[in-house]
Nanobody, 113 residues
Framework: QAQLVESGGGLVQPGGSLRLSCAAS????????MAWYRQAPGKQREFVAV???????NYKDSVKGRFTISRDNAKNTVYLQMNSLKPEDTAIYYC???????WGQGTQVAVSS
């Protein structure tokens, strides 16, 4: 079964940047569509970005132009480069396959001055 391990979160000031990583195992990564999601305190988990195995990319409107999803099939890893971070980006960030498999622990991102 799939195992997904997110890393790279932390505390950053508004306008700062972070790069999240998600290492996947137990799946045929190069054929898997991969997505990032986030869950803010008191809110439901929401979609952030997706990168299909064929290279199609889509983003949540509020992160377009600020976040970039990418993948390294040789490393079975998907990334989320987050620039110009805002306090409303504060959340636990998760990666998953599409359709979703078992969720990992996520990585906490906090944007605050």
């Amino acid at each position: 079964q799939a195992q997904l391990v997110e890393s790279g979160g932390g505390l950053v000031q508004p306008g700062g940047s972070l790069r999240l990583s998600c290492a996947a195992s137990g799946i045929i990564f190069r054929y898997s569509d991969m997505a990032w999601y986030r869950q803010a305190p008191g809110k439901q988990r929401e979609f952030v970005a997706v990168l299909t195995s064929g290279g199609t990319i889509n983003y949540k409107d509020s992160v377009k132009g600020r976040f970039t999803i990418s993948r390294d099939n040789a490393k079975n890893t998907v990334y989320l480069q987050m620039n110009s971070l805002k306090p409303e980006d504060t959340a636990i960030y998760y990666c998953n396959t599409v359709p979703n498999s078992i969720w990992g622990q996520g990585t906490q991102v906090a944007v605050s001055s």
